[in-house]
């Protein structure tokens, strides 16, 4: 869903229904990513977004962090949890057209705004959050300005509206000048804070007057005691809990590094490829695995079942779309890698001959997170519905990442090639209790999510850059290190053609596919362990252990089959090919097993993949 981008005067934008009340709000939501803006009562007209979400009805604050005014520069930020934006506007935009949750602990996600019925009446707090001049009528000229700490209560306010009984207390924005005093600021303060500042009754309530104020207007008081000071300036703070301190202005965010805007590079000339790139990350310390650790270890396993559980999908197909630029060369490439691969991008390396190094990662990471994903499911020997319901994540998985949505094809093909598994496939009871329990999961797979699949393995699927941030490489991959096509000779020969002019046009495209991967990653910010854990060298630890992942990739490979065949034979025997599942090296079940997965067992010398 695409929200409107005109202007950024929220009370302007069809998802604002000016004062609303929480019971109001929750009637007219009605499905699950239906959410709305409104002005709450009971925060002194802040806004507050509300959304329904798994049946519930949220309702999440919007902060607002005033700045000091400076030329280009907004006066506020608007955050909801970390991330902070320029304007109202811009930060709802940024969570519906990225699809991430509104907060990490909901994991609510706002997709379908509710437009309002008819205008909306502004309010006076809704004048000051959009720092826009208030309709308030001139007060008269004469003043009260008695030089006593008590007059400061007249400050801004006519003499008929101080006699008058009940008369509302209307802010001024510009004080009188008195005497020598220079011209106090003229910005200004929210109403909330008016009557904080400026309190009338403390000179009289205590012995000794407070001080002067000070001539110079943006000075500072600072909190000698825990009361509110007296004088202040009326200056905007940034909230205390913000852990900034008073008075100073809050520093514009840094744009991380997917985020940053690259110089215009003159028009490049062709350079020799002086070495073959790697695009892995180097190897640093993990927060997760230790400098030597064994195959799926289960401390390590329990706790990445934490951290996914943690995430709802969009924000995990966010993580793999980052993780895939990254391997791909699409995001990330230094100057110095572009001058040794003669090219700008990996999208255009791994079509060139001296690209054999990054189409081996890439067939390598793709293999990987697909025994992973197995092992997902695989790994589940508790009740029944616990393996749908790891299936329906899968599935939820890949819908995430589909054309339209993240649009990470690699990551796709990755999760589809798990859950198409012969080892998975073949769980009938567990396919059906997924039919059964998760019933659209089930038609999504089936009526989507497959045909898709197939349609990008043989180069007929979309790959527009308006829908795909990253495309699918896996066909030219495997087509260029020699891997035959499947299927009859003249199917294989029309498959082949549309790889190859595929492949073309994928270079081609590599500068668009970039800024649509910059545009889907804008205003995202990663979790650091789920960051590493989509990683291809922490997946290949993770299942081969420090000193398994040495081994030849094919002997992994064979092994790591070989152990998620019995896995799948534990959870739906077989008999009829229960006897034909041994191999050379890999004990049976009868043998003396180790807990790895709450549930799941293995063989401590069978699963060791160590030449």
Known sequence: MQVPQDGEDFTSQPWYHGPLSRQKAEALLQQDGDFLVRASGSTGGHPVISCRWRGSALHFKVLRVALRPRPGRPTALFQLEDERFPSLPALVRSYVTSQRP????????????VMRQGPIRRSFSEDTLLDSPAQIKLLRARKWSDSQPAGLEHVGRSREGHSGPGAPAVPTFALSRMGSDPVLLKTRAPLGSIA?????????????????????????????????????????????????????????????????????????????????????????PSGLLGPQNRPLEPKVLRTLRGLFLEHHPGSIALHLLLADCQATGLLGVTKAQQDAMGVASGLELLTLPHGHRLRSELLERHEALVLAGALAVLGCTGPLEERAAALRGLVELALALRPGAAGDLPGLAAVMGALLMPQVSRLERTWRQLRR?????????????????????????????????????????????????????????????????????MARDAPKFHEAAVRRLRGFRPNGELREALTTGFVRKLLWGSRGEGAPRATRLEKFQCVLSVLSQRLEPDPLRAQTLGHAGFRGPQQETKEVIPGCSYSQTGWDPAP
């Open 102 to 113: 509104l907060t990490q602990a909901t994991g609510a996600v706002a997709s379908r705004p």
């Open 196 to 284: 904080d500042s400026l309190r009338a009754s403390d000179g009289q309530l205590h012995a000794k007057a407070p001080t002067k104020p000070p001539r110079t207007p943006s000075l500072v008081l600072p909190h000698a005691s825990g009361r509110p000071p007296t004088y202040c300036e009326l200056v905007p703070r940034v909230p205390s809990s913000q852990g900034s301190p008073s008075g100073h202005s809050y520093p514009e965010p840094e744009a991380p590094w997917w985020e940053a805007q690259e110089k215009e590079e003159e028009e490049r000339c062709f350079v020799r490829p002086q070495a073959e790139v790697s695009f892995c990350p180097p190897d640093n």
């Open 437 to 505: 329990s998760h019933t659209e999961a089930a038609l999504a797979f089936e009526q989507e999510l497959k045909p898709l699949m197939r349609a990008l393995d043989e180069g007929a699927g979309p790959c527009d850059p308006g829908e795909v941030a990253l495309p699918h490489v896996a066909p030219v991959v495997r087509l260029l290190e020699g891997e035959e096509l499947p299927g009859p000779m003249d199917e294989s020969c029309e498959q082949l053609l549309r790889t190859l002019q595929g492949a073309r046009q």
